[in-house]
């Protein structure tokens, strides 16, 4: 009876030692308008998308995950309809540990309301800045399409030389003055890469020590070292 008893209380204990709170995401969420389909969570490792985890649909759209996390990452939902439509189906979020929420349509599922996650408020105001860069230039290589005067398209090309200059200096900026965000090592590897490597140094040498040693933190050294 004294064996059953310490065999059932180590259970009791590893269960209760099963997942640490302070690193596990619960990510909760709804698509609303959603009756059937498959929801997949996942994530970048080793340049490779991989699916973590999964839950099937049929009649409603609540879904829950939990998800251990040492530090905030980049995640990917995928919606597979069940209707052979793959427009709109992934959208992108940082996941930390603790609870977050995900609110979307099943028709307009990449345009998501997502709360609970500091580092995914830092993604959106980066993401808002630098898309405007982006549209400036699509906006211009269109304006030179079909542009023949040689005076126009050098213009045209000073104009895109110098969005593309701005658009460095402001990963850049963000990078030094957002020195605590798991944000800043991601998008200077993704989006900043070929900046000059003083500049990159001195955004990696100016993280909280936390961050730098967060996944995305190391990979940014991996590019210093290169």
């Not at 405007?132 to 290589?141: G, I, P, Q, R, T």
Request: charged residues 25%; negative net charge; glycine residues 6%.
């Amino acid at each position: 009876m004294k064996k059953l008893i310490l065999t059932l209380g180590i259970i009791s204990i590893l269960a209760s030692c099963g997942s640490d709170p302070s690193k596990t995401m619960q990510l909760t969420g709804t698509i609303k308008g959603l009756k059937k389909g498959t929801l997949y969570l996942q994530k970048i490792q080793d340049t490779t998308m991989v699916t973590v985890d999964s839950i099937a649909f049929h009649g409603d759209g609540s879904f829950e995950f939990e998800q251990p996390l040492e530090h905030p990452e980049l995640f990917f939902l995928h919606l597979d309809r069940a209707d052979n439509n793959t427009f709109n189906d992934r959208l992108q979020f940082f996941g930390e540990a603790g609870q977050v929420t995900i609110t979307t349509n099943w028709d307009e599922f990449d345009q998501a309301k997502i709360i609970g996650s500091a580092s995914q408020t830092d993604y959106e105001e980066y993401q808002n800045i630098i898309s405007n860069f982006h549209k400036k230039d699509l906006e211009l290589a269109q304006l030179a399409y079909n542009v023949q005067d040689t005076t126009k398209l050098d213009s045209l090309q000073t104009a895109a030389e110098r969005n593309y200059l701005r658009r460095y200096g402001y990963i850049l900026n963000f990078g030094l003055t957002h020195p605590k965000s798991y944000v800043t090592p991601f998008v200077t590897v993704r989006d900043g890469a070929e900046a000059n490597p003083k500049y990159l140094d001195s955004v990696y040498n100016n993280l909280d020590t936390k961050v730098a040693n967060s996944t995305y933190g190391k990979e940014l050294a991996k590019l210093l070292k290169k």
